[in-house]
């Protein structure tokens, strides 16, 4: 079992920018490939940027590419996601969430409670 606990969200004007944080319970934090979700009111949970364990590889979704960078302190057992030029559409609960199977196919199976980013114009 891994719990993950995010933290950092919060309400910031349109152009601004915001560190996540996601703090994983498990010592073996490292074997997980770690990835962010987010969902709006209405939509569905869709994916935003996943890391490899190691922290080589990353994917992102293409809207927030170039703004958005997803890092991990193994030692720490955390995963970050910095989000600058922050745009009202990013506005969404966004969730921390870990694979075991590895970075490729990624399909979590644990998940954070999420954390609440709101964007204003």
């Known amino acids: 079992q891994v719990q993950l606990v995010e933290s950092g969200g919060g309400l910031v004007q349109a152009g601004g920018s915001l560190r996540l944080s996601c703090a994983a319970s498990?010592?073996?934090?490292?074997?997980?490939?770690m990835g962010w979700f987010r969902q709006a009111p209405g939509n569905e949970r869709e994916f935003v940027a996943k890391i490899d364990w190691s922290g080589g590889r990353t994917y992102y979704l293409d809207s927030v590419k170039g703004r958005f960078a997803i890092s991990r302190d193994n030692a720490k057992n955390t995963v970050f996601l910095q989000m600058n030029s922050l745009k009202p559409e990013d506005t969404a609960g966004y969730y921390c969430a870990a694979a075991s199977a590895g970075y490729s196919s990624f399909s979590p199976e644990y998940w954070g409670q999420g954390t609440q980013v709101t964007v204003s114009s």
């Open positions: 498990r010592r073996t934090f490292r074997n997980y490939a």
